[in-house]
């Protein structure tokens, strides 16, 4: 059973930093695509960033050039270097992953395991 935990996730002032990270319980999704998703009170989970296993990166276009997504296949871990955050980045952060999906989507139903979440807070 693969178990995915985020970390990392606090309370900022916009235009601070955070950096987020997913430690994977197995190392069979070195092989997967991996992402990250948010969620605010009241919305829809949504994508923020993308990463499959040949390290292609796909990005929201809310957080294109402030975000990068990265993944360490040797400690099993996938972060998320949050740079310049804005009150509007304030959610609820997962990590999820999935091994058989062919093309890495921001499509939240694409993927089948889901870590528990971390808070990120931004404000003004």
């Known amino acids: 059973q693969v178990q995915l935990v985020e970390s990392g996730g606090g309370s900022v002032q916009s235009g601070g930093s955070l950096r987020l990270s997913c430690a994977v319980s197995?190392?069979?999704?070195?092989?997967?695509?991996m992402a990250w998703f948010r969620q605010a009170p009241g919305k829809e989970r949504e994508g923020v960033a993308t990463?499959?296993?040949?390290?292609?990166?796909t990005y929201a276009d809310s957080v294109e050039g402030r975000f990068i997504i990265s993944r360490d296949n040797a400690k099993n871990t996938l972060n998320l270097q949050m740079n310049n955050l804005e009150p509007e980045d304030t959610a609820m952060y997962y990590c999820?992953?999935?091994?058989?999906?062919?093309?890495?989507?921001?499509?939240?139903?694409?993927?089948?395991?889901w870590g528990q979440g971390t808070q990120v807070t931004v404000s003004l």
């Open positions: 197995t190392y069979t999704y070195s092989s997967a695509c």
């Open positions: 990463l499959d296993s040949d390290g292609t990166t």
């Open positions: 999820a992953a999935d091994p058989t999906v062919p093309i890495c989507t921001l499509i939240p139903v694409d993927y089948g395991r």
